[in-house]
């Protein structure tokens, strides 16, 4: 049984980065919500706990509290900004309401000797982001931190092997977190280190094995890294019980059925082509709404899947590359952390379906998937293929969806990716693509007026797609970019440059 530390979620905008700073770090580490029931929690092989940040304050009259249960588990614990204050206020401390919120950089100094602070400069910077701190220490507890502004700013109840810091570790503005975290992991909790790609691939298999048995298994294949790496997998695990089925849902990028079905068939996986565009089409006439849209896309993928399965006889399970920032970001099981925005591989599936699902990625970042494919051999080219959204060009045209109008965006996100791939910038961003946007713009093309589309670039840079910065990309590549769409597609006239990061906004614009 895979050994594992457990964050509970209280809400914070930085609990993702925190599993990801664990997970670089070879531990397995899985987020729940901070009620998540104990005799759960007692069932895992669990070798630590971390209690997140989180947006409240831990004195107000709707404040969220873990069962208090966990703090006599026996387990090391390392609470962070609000898990201090919650520890703090658990076990007998005192918290100091603040007036103004601390958010920004300061210098920690140790004060006693810690396993905690092994190994990290004295002092070093910290990133602070709390209004409330620690004003008595809980009895058991000492101080192992100061800064100028908080005096409790690191405690430890080295008996218990319980320990809270005020700031946030996990975040890179802080000079030495991985170390800390590190400290944490290995000095405290004792954890082994050995959670790899190979470890999860044998441990994936045979959960994979257990669970659909001799039955067969139909997996939805998009053509983007996700889908093909959890191909692979399943195909790994029940062999030729695998049937992959590559739906043509007419919103995909220019040439894709046919490349996809080529590079699938090359790896010796089994698939089938199925060209349902004019059902998407129609169901999505007249529709705008984001949600709605993937929504519909969502069922209509369930739809074709239940038919395909009941045309190749019988197949108990439909497979799909749902990875974890798709569940973090559709739903809010995780803990208090607000919903973003449903995903049509998650929050779009039907409540009743035939076919029991598989989601062999749900638990890894976009870049542990690609470290996945390739153990498992996929080919680089697939591999650092860009994201590729499950609904397609339907979130990308903002507004009503048309032919004509899909036709617009799909040529124009072909020049953007080949001008990026000739300037040699396609490998140096994460994700490149276009917008349709519902407004036009008049121009001036030869001699006469003009009144077309306009369509944004999006290009960001990122490791895991759950936080993303705009790219840099030079003034000449966009000016090639801007001047091919505008003179070789006829109607777009207008070319504007996305220069938003996530957050605030999202990847995506829909």
């Not at 139909?218 to 996700?226: H, N, Y």
């Not at 590559?246 to 089994?270: P, Q, S, Y």
């Not at 599936?349 to 996945?372: C, G, H, S, T, Y």
């Not at 109607?491 to 995506?508: L, Q, W």
């Amino acid at each position: 049984m895979i050994e594992e530390i457990l964050i509970l979620d209280f809400g914070s905008q930085y609990t993702q980065l925190i599993a990801r700073k664990i997970r670089e770090l070879h531990v397995y580490c899985e987020i729940v919500p901070f009620n998540f029931p104990i005799e759960e929690a007692r069932s895992k092989n669990l070798k630590g706990l971390v209690l997140s940040g989180g947006p409240a304050s831990v004195l107000a009259d709707d404040a969220f509290f873990c069962d208090p249960a966990y703090f006599d588990m026996g387990l090391p614990i390392l609470g962070i900004c609000y898990g201090l204050q919650l520890i703090g206020i658990t076990m007998g401390g005192e918290l100091q309401r603040s007036r103004s919120r601390e958010y920004g950089p300061a210098m920690l100094t140790p004060t006693e000797t810690s396993l905690l602070f092994d190994d990290i400069e004295e002092p070093s910077r910290v990133w602070m982001s709390h209004g409330d701190s620690l004003d008595k220490l809980p009895p058991g507890f000492i101080n192992i931190g100061r800064t100028s502004q908080v005096e409790h700013s690191a405690i430890a109840n080295r008996d218990k092997k319980i320990y809270g810091l005020q700031f946030h570790p996990e975040v890179y503005h802080t000079q030495n977190g991985k170390q800390i975290l590190s400290n944490f992991l290995f000095k405290i909790c004792k954890a082994a280190g050995d959670w790899t790609m190979e470890s999860f691939i044998e441990d994936s298999v045979k959960r994979i094995r257990e669970m659909a048995g001799r039955s067969r298994v139909l997996c939805a294949v998009s053509g983007g890294v996700d889908s093909s790496v959890c191909a692979l997998l399943l195909s790994k695990a029940v062999g030729k019980n695998l049937v992959a089925v590559f739906v043509n849902n007419g919103l995909l990028r220019k040439d894709e059925d046919t490349a996809v079905i080529k590079e699938l068939a090359d790896l010796n996986v089994d698939i089938r082509a199925v060209d349902a565009s004019d059902i998407f089409l129609s169901r999505l006439k007249g529709v705008i709404d984001p949600e709605e849209k993937r929504k519909i896309i969502g069922r209509t993928f369930i739809e074709i899947f239940d038919e395909k399965a009941k045309e190749l006889g019988q197949i108990d399970f439909l497979a799909q590359g749902t990875l974890y920032p798709d569940v973090i970001e559709s739903v809010s099981f995780k803990g208090p952390s607000a919903t973003i925005k449903s995903h049509h591989n998650v929050g779009g599936l039907p409540e009743k379906m035939d076919l029991k699902l598989i989601e062999p990625l749900r638990e890894l970042f976009k870049d542990e998937v690609r470290a996945l494919g390739g153990k498992l051999g996929l080919k680089q080219e697939l591999l650092m293929r860009h994201p590729f959204p499950g609904p397609g060009l339907a979130v990308r045209i903002l507004g009503e969806i048309t032919q004509e109008r899909l036709e617009l965006v799909r040529e124009a996100d072909a020049i953007f990716i080949q001008s990026l791939r000739d300037f040699n910038y396609y490998d140096k961003v994460w994700q490149a693509f276009c917008v349709l946007l519902p407004v036009q713009a008049v121009g001036v093309m030869g001699d006469e007026r003009t009144y077309e589309n306009v369509l944004a670039l999006r290009a960001v840079s990122s490791t895991d797609g759950m936080t993303a910065d705009w790219s840099r990309l030079p003034e000449d590549l966009l000016e090639h970019v801007s001047s091919t769409i505008v003179n070789k597609i006829k109607g777009i006239n207008r070319v504007v440059y996305d220069i938003s990061s996530k957050p605030p906004a999202t990847i995506e614009w829909e």
